[in-house]
């Protein structure tokens, strides 16, 4: 017997396998895909050992079988054999009391379709038709969900490569406020990439053709897992990196506002360790609880949501220290750079709201409609968030356009025949 998919079990698995596509859209596909193929390698065993077990009757008959999809027991020539539906089927509690059907050929034989698919009739099993519609009506919401964040992440990436290009060549505009934009915008734009190759590994994976059972073996084992662990590890660093980046620009500008006097050149690099090594801190206890007690997936599940506060506790510091600098300085500022440090030290709070506001409401606790707007929220805000970044502290900077107008001036200077053609 070849170790071949059957039909109906196959494409019951293969419809999780694309919910499993959309996973940085919340949900528990992957871990319901893993536990249905889990309880359909106990249901063949069984099955197996029942076969070895059971006296063959005397006489023609068909052979007891395993075809992949359900457990037979032998057959009478000439009749209809029913077993109840298999209990591996994620919706078995409301089929349960289902029968599947073969039938027995005169001849002893199983009666086969275009003669090598055996014949079955399982309608008594399948999903109920509006359980299937309405899985049809999430799995489109979240294809349109990840096509908003994808455009989101790829504008923010190419604006936020250009606003480092900016701040890189232009050498005027080489300073400790600026280091820290661009600091800023390169974990928006490992954020931006993580994500985007964190999906490409799950399409490709989850978008493998799958026959036999060695292949799903391969496609849930952990070793196929481990690219989108990375890329789940990174995301969630850049997370952290995103909100500390912030932490260094509110603690910068105040200090710019009550007049501290400090070398720029000693806290740029204290201002290093807090973006880049903060966020170390906590990911890395994060990896180990992940490895040790939830590895599974690509460990975007939260069993355990002590393990979800070890990243998300930081981001919550982050953003009372943020607010707390912001409110620490009320008074008015008559110069026009420390109105616009005070206006700009007010704007950031408003980059981390939302993931202030959800951080109570995670995926597993949320369900129905708030779900879906929280998840629409949540990605339109992360996805875009990139792209108000790079234009509100690079492109819409005064300092920056009148760099970017004199260059340009320079340039046609250099290449009058290039700007006088028509």
């Given amino acids: 017997m070849r170790d071949v998919m059957a039909p109906a079990y196959r494409r019951s698995l293969v419809h999780l396998a694309w919910m499993c596509l959309f996973s940085s859209v919340p949900h528990g596909g992957a871990k319901v895909l893993e536990r249905t193929f889990e309880e359909w390698m106990r249901y063949r065993?069984?099955?197996?050992?029942?076969?070895?077990?059971?006296?063959?009757?005397?006489?023609l008959f068909c052979n007891r079988t395993f075809d992949m999809y359900a457990c037979w027991p032998d057959g009478s020539p000439g009749t209809a054999v029913n077993v109840s539906c298999p209990f591996y089927l994620p919706w078995f509690e409301k089929v349960k009391h289902g029968l599947v059907s073969r039938k027995c050929g005169v001849?002893?034989?199983?009666?086969?379709?275009?003669?090598?698919?055996?014949?079955?009739?399982?309608?008594?099993?399948?999903?109920?038709?509006?359980?299937?519609?309405?899985?049809?009506?999430?799995?489109?919401?979240?294809?349109?969900f990840k096509v908003l964040y994808t455009v989101g992440y790829s504008l923010s990436l190419l604006t936020l490569v250009s606003a480092l290009l900016v701040l890189t060549v232009f050498r005027?505009?080489?300073?400790?406020?600026?280091?820290?934009?661009?600091?800023?915008?390169?974990?928006?734009?490992?954020?931006?990439?993580?994500?985007?190759?964190?999906?490409?590994?799950?399409?490709?994976?989850?978008?493998?053709?799958?026959?036999?059972?060695?292949?799903?073996?391969?496609l849930l084992s952990h070793e196929a897992a481990l690219g989108c662990r990375a890329a789940q590890v990174l995301m969630q660093y850049c997370i952290?990196?995103?909100?500390?980046?912030?932490?260094?620009?509110?603690?910068?500008?105040?200090?710019?506002?009550?007049?501290?006097?400090?070398?720029?050149?000693?806290?740029?690099?204290?201002?290093?360790?807090?973006?880049?090594?903060?966020?170390?801190?906590?990911?890395?206890?994060?990896?180990?609880?992940?490895?040790?007690?939830?590895?599974?997936?690509?460990w975007a599940l939260n069993e355990n949501m002590a393990y979800w506060w070890i990243i998300r506790i930081p981001i919550l510091l982050a953003s009372l220290v943020i607010l707390a600098k912001l409110r620490a300085n009320q008074k008015g500022y008559a110069d026009y750079k420390l109105r616009l440090a005070k206006a700009t030290l007010t704007l950031i709070p408003l980059f981390g709201?939302?993931?202030?506001v959800f951080i109570f409401a995670t995926d597993e606790q949320t369900t129905g409609?708030?779900?879906?707007?929280k998840v629409f929220f949540t990605l339109f805000l992360n996805s875009f968030q990139g792209f108000l970044v790079a234009v509100l502290y690079c492109f819409a900077n005064k300092e920056v356009k009148s760099e970017m107008k004199k260059k340009w001036q320079l340039w046609k200077l250099d290449h009058p025949a290039l700007c006088c053609t028509q």
Wanted: aromatic content about 14%; overall charge negative; charged content about 25%.
């Fill in 353 to 356: 709201i939302h993931e202030v």
């Fill in 369 to 373: 409609i708030l779900r879906y707007v």
């Fill in 45 to 59: 065993d069984e099955c197996l050992r029942r076969m070895a077990s059971e006296p063959y009757p005397a006489g």
């Fill in 240 to 298: 952290l990196a995103n909100h500390y980046w912030f932490l260094v620009e509110a603690v910068y500008l105040y200090k710019l506002l009550i007049g501290a006097v400090f070398s720029e050149k000693n806290y740029y690099r204290l201002y290093l360790y807090l973006g880049w090594g903060t966020p170390v801190v906590f990911v890395v206890p994060w990896m180990a609880a992940k490895y040790l007690k939830e590895n599974a997936e690509c």
């Fill in 172 to 218: 005027k505009l080489h300073c400790t406020r600026n280091y820290i934009h661009a600091n800023l915008f390169a974990s928006f734009g490992l954020r931006a990439t993580s994500v985007m190759v964190k999906d490409a590994l799950l399409e490709r994976r989850w978008g493998m053709e799958v026959v036999q059972v060695a292949d799903w073996q391969a």
């Fill in 107 to 144: 001849d002893g034989q199983w009666v086969t379709v275009n003669g090598s698919q055996p014949w079955r009739d399982y309608s008594q099993c399948e999903e109920e038709m509006e359980s299937t519609m309405e899985e049809e009506g999430a799995r489109r919401l979240m294809v349109s």
